[in-house]
């Protein structure tokens, strides 16, 4: 017997990074199946294609794509938000096929406001000036994620408790602390400024519902954080947001998945994909 899924008006997803090391895509997939949306939003940053590589492109990741492609085909509406990471896209804003729609932000009519959904690397000054550091700022930080699953696998042989040494940098760091702070105060003076209730962002991997006092009055800051390390998303339903935190459910047993699909390899995965995809383009 099947399990419910929730019901959720708006999901908003940022920061997966499918190509990289450090992505959970099958939490991820977990996640989707679990929840019965209307509007699916991905902020930014959903395929890195910054460290994308032919050489690393597990199933998992084109499941996570699979799935979406099926949402869509069920009539989900999805509203592909680009970031710094998928900055390609940018140059298709505005494109459109079926329920599928590219842009560069979104403003939502909500209950009680609008909200203004971006993914916020407009706002990075090293993506603004020294787009070569914040590349190689990304291969390093997979480099970490991979480093930090190395250690945890030690602590937890030996009886510990896992640890996140990505936080625990930025925690430390004055100026990453700084940055995280002028970047969410920067935009919720500028939501307030143009009268907006809600701020959705993503990019910095900080999840989080906060209110906060703009330049204009008080704005909800709210931001998506990420699928490599918090495993967060932001669900709206019934005029109210809530922050979702994953819980690690590897250990049960997929009820949605057939057994066929566990077996195809990426080639066949793809092919299938391509043709489910032709009924959009017609």
Not at 88 to 117: D, M, P, Q, T
Not at 145 to 164: C, D, H, T
Request: hydrophobic letters at 40%; one cysteine or more.
């Amino acid at each position: 017997m099947s399990t419910p899924k929730r019901k959720v008006e708006i999901l908003v997803i940022s920061d997966v990074h499918l190509g990289t090391y450090g992505c959970h895509a099958k939490e991820l997939l977990r996640y989707l199946k679990s929840v019965d949306m209307d509007h699916l939003v991905l902020n930014g940053d959903i395929v890195d294609i910054w460290q994308f590589s032919k050489r690393y492109w597990p199933k998992s990741h084109m499941k996570v794509v699979k799935y979406i492609i099926n949402l869509m085909a069920k009539g989900v509406r999805v509203t592909y938000i680009t970031g710094n990471h998928d900055e390609l896209l940018r140059k298709f804003a505005g494109f459109e096929l079926g329920s599928l729609v590219i842009v560069n932000k979104l403003i939502l009519k909500l209950e009680g406001g609008h909200a203004w959904i971006f993914h916020g690397d407009v706002f990075d000054v090293t993506m603004k000036h020294s787009k070569w550091l914040a590349k190689l700022g990304g291969v390093g930080y997979d480099m970490l994620i991979l480093l930090n699953r190395a250690v945890n696998r030690g602590l937890e042989y030996m009886g510990g408790s896992r640890i996140s040494l990505s936080k625990r940098i930025k925690n430390s760091v004055k100026s990453a602390v700084s940055f995280i702070n002028n970047f969410e105060q920067l935009t919720v003076d500028l939501a307030s400024a143009n009268g907006y209730k809600y701020v959705v962002c993503g990019h910095i991997h900080q999840p989080v519902i906060k209110e906060a006092q703009g330049e204009k009055g008080p704005v909800t800051y709210l931001n998506s954080g990420d699928w490599v390390e918090n495993l967060t998303a932001l669900e709206y339903n019934e005029g109210a947001w809530s922050l979702y935190r994953h819980e690690d459910t590897a250990g049960i047993l997929d009820e949605i998945e057939t057994e066929l699909e566990q077996d195809l390899s990426n080639n066949a995965m793809f092919d299938r994909l391509v043709s489910e995809f032709k009924p959009f383009s017609s």
